[in-house]
């Protein structure tokens, strides 16, 4: 799996804007942008991380046993 910092480079972008087009954020990017990052992401075979929401349930459960 290749990192954030890979793609943006490839896309020519900093690694907030990538960053924000591949979570899907709500943020003002332009599509020429948002292709350049996709099409830099799919090069590099990028796959979202799993998501922490285990663990955080787990760690509510923790806090809430206090």
């Given at each position: 799996m290749s990192s954030l910092v890979e793609v943006a480079r490839a896309a020519g972008v900093a690694?907030?804007?990538?960053s924000r087009v591949l979570s899907g954020a709500n943020h003002p990017?332009?599509?020429?942008?948002?292709?350049?990052v996709m099409a830099a992401a799919?090069?590099?075979s990028t796959?979202?991380?799993p998501s922490p929401a285990p663990w955080s349930?787990?760690?509510a459960a923790w806090w809430a046993s206090w």
């Amino acid at each position: 799996m290749s990192s954030l910092v890979e793609v943006a480079r490839a896309a020519g972008v900093a690694v907030s804007t990538a960053s924000r087009v591949l979570s899907g954020a709500n943020h003002p990017i332009s599509a020429k942008t948002r292709a350049k990052v996709m099409a830099a992401a799919s090069a590099w075979s990028t796959r979202p991380a799993p998501s922490p929401a285990p663990w955080s349930r787990r760690t509510a459960a923790w806090w809430a046993s206090w």
